[in-house]
């Protein structure tokens, strides 16, 4: 458990009295855990990172995709079979962090090994994102705020294969920590100043390049840190140093507007319809940040953390809220009130926008654990009661190593659903066509559509040709005019295929259809056209007749 130590009282932020950075705590001011919760800590981790390395099967959902995409853009300046479907067009943007990473783990670990490795990236930049904000604002030297990092690094949108997003909220982390640092040494008039504006400026066009739904939520809480407190004046005229950031985000839209089309593809414009949910869907929503399986084990995680962020938010608004504050320093209330501003209109976000726009899915989802981090980085521990200090604590831990724990047993289970791919898709030789109809794409183990993407692991292995790639900046992929993919059925959906209207498909396109059921069902009524070709557990891969 972590001992607390009241600092010495100082004037709050309205009082208007001198602050000083978090930086500048004397030693005996910092909370440092135990020894022991330290190691704990780590070996959580390590047992974290396992789960994307120990295990065969992987139930996260597009981690299959990237895998093959890595492989294609790899080898496809040699490869004539996919140049004659495809044409790769990468530009910098917001998924190019991404794209380089996996450029470069392929080159040492190939490309299941190269997914594995940006799948493990989140689990532990999340957690030393937070390690790091909370020791830089408020001198926090405690591991707890690592265990909940951990914790929210496995949730839904693990499951569904968000790497890069998890990645890029972890990054926006740490650029927010610099940009709350800039304000409150732009109040002091910090003899320091030039040098944070400088690394502010090289730091945050990284955030762009990492995901740009974080980028966009970077530059609406630094817009609030800015007009929160202190002396707003001053601080507005530090935006200037967002300027590089937001002049590459302006160029890199300018050229998806006006260049959408690279030469030799045909546009491909996916209608972005917004859909939006009931209100009861949005609060089903508030679970996913530790929602991985059917087990509840996790749904209860996910009410224990919403209990400690609340308990953690009323102590620290109270004490925000008092003329005279004697908790921790005024750069602390000045944290506290940036990162409780921006946790608020973030919840706003999420209640206000739709679930989906086009192609681009569970755009409000994304915003529930991010109002976690914010809520919980702006704790102050000295205004919590102890028993909510204890529970933080104690339940940190707790909940980390339960998540973990729960990602392994689930992952081991998993094995045994997923039994028979390798061998399914090892009969499908290089330069084929693939039709992918998931019928059932869905896990007894596991939440989300873990089995949707497993065609593209042939990807990984020799160059064919699947039914759905990504055809956007994200991959850097477009079709040319022979892709069969363009005259696919619109009602074609991997996630949600439930029936096939065979008549609706060109099955002269494919040579091989993969059709996924669960293990014990039936054989799925096929055309006679198609043949079975192989069959193991829930993988069906049939072939036409007269091959292309």
Not at 81 to 97: N, T
Not at 183 to 190: K, L, S, T
Request: charged share 15%; net charge positive.
């Amino acid at each position: 458990m972590t001992t607390h130590v009241t600092e010495p009282a100082a004037p709050d932020a309205v009082a208007g009295a001198a602050s000083a950075p978090a930086s500048a705590h004397p030693a005996g001011a910092a909370r440092t855990g135990p020894r022991l919760a330290w190691i704990a800590l780590g070996v959580i981790g390590l047992l974290a990172v396992l789960v994307f390395w120990v295990f065969e099967a992987l139930p996260f959902m597009d981690l299959p995709a990237h895998a093959g995409l890595i492989a294609m853009r790899h080898r496809f300046a040699s490869s004539e079979f996919e140049q004659r479907y495809f044409v790769l067009a990468p530009h910098i943007g917001p998924y190019s962090l991404f794209r380089f990473l996996g450029e470069v783990f392929v080159r040492f670990l190939g490309p299941i090994g190269a997914v594995r490795a940006l799948a493990t990236l989140p689990v532990v930049a999340t957690p030393l994102a937070l390690l790091f904000a909370r020791r830089r604002l408020f001198a926090d030297r405690s591991p707890t705020f690592g265990y909940l990092g951990i914790a929210l690094s496995f949730g839904f949108m693990t499951l569904l294969g968000f790497a890069s997003y998890l990645l890029g909220v972890a990054v926006m982390l740490v650029a927010l920590t610099l940009w709350l640092e800039l304000m409150v040494a732009v109040d002091d008039r910090a003899p320091d100043l030039r040098r944070r504006e400088i690394t502010m400026a090289l730091v945050a066009p990284f955030v762009f390049v990492a995901h740009g739904h974080a980028f966009v939520l970077f530059l609406l809480c630094a817009a609030l840190a800015t007009v929160a407190a202190g002396a707003r004046p001053r601080r507005m005229l530090r935006g200037v140093t967002l300027a590089p950031a937001l002049s590459l985000a302006g160029w890199v839209a300018w050229v998806e507007r006006g260049n959408t089309t690279p030469a030799g593809s045909v546009p491909v414009v996916p209608p972005l319809v917004p859909v939006f949910q009931r209100f009861s869907a949005k609060l089903d929503l508030l679970v996913t940040p530790t929602l991985l399986t059917r087990s509840g084990v996790d749904f209860v995680l996910a009410v224990a953390i919403w209990c400690l962020a609340i308990a953690c938010a009323v102590a620290t608004v109270r004490s925000l809220a008092r003329a005279s504050s004697t908790f921790g320093t005024r750069a602390h209330a000045l944290h506290a009130r940036a990162l409780y501003a921006g946790a608020v209109v973030v919840t706003v976000l999420f209640l206000a926008l739709p679930h989906t726009v086009g192609w681009f899915g569970f755009v409000d989802g994304r915003l529930v654990p991010v109002v976690l981090f914010l809520v919980f980085l702006g704790t102050r521990r000295d205004a919590l009661p102890r028993g909510i200090a204890y529970a933080l604590d104690v339940g940190a831990p707790a909940v980390g190593a339960s998540i973990t724990t729960l990602a392994l047993v689930a992952s081991h289970a998993f094995q045994a659903e997923a039994a028979g791919y390798r061998e399914v898709l090892a009969k499908i030789p290089a330069g084929s066509s693939i039709l992918n109809l998931p019928l059932d794409p869905n896990s007894d183990v596991f939440t989300a559509h873990p089995f949707i993407h497993y065609d593209k692991l042939v990807l990984a292995d020799r160059p064919v040709l699947v039914s759905d790639v990504w055809f956007h900046q994200g991959s850097a992929f477009y079709p040319t005019a022979e892709n069969p993919a363009l005259r696919l059925p619109p009602s074609y959906s991997e996630s949600n295929l439930k029936v096939i209207d065979w008549p609706a498909y060109h099955l002269a396109d494919w040579d091989y259809v993969l059709i996924r059921t669960r293990p014990n069902a039936e054989k799925p009524h096929t055309p006679d056209s198609l043949t079975l070709e192989e069959h193991r557990g829930g993988w069906w891969l049939l072939r036409r007749a007269v091959a292309n």
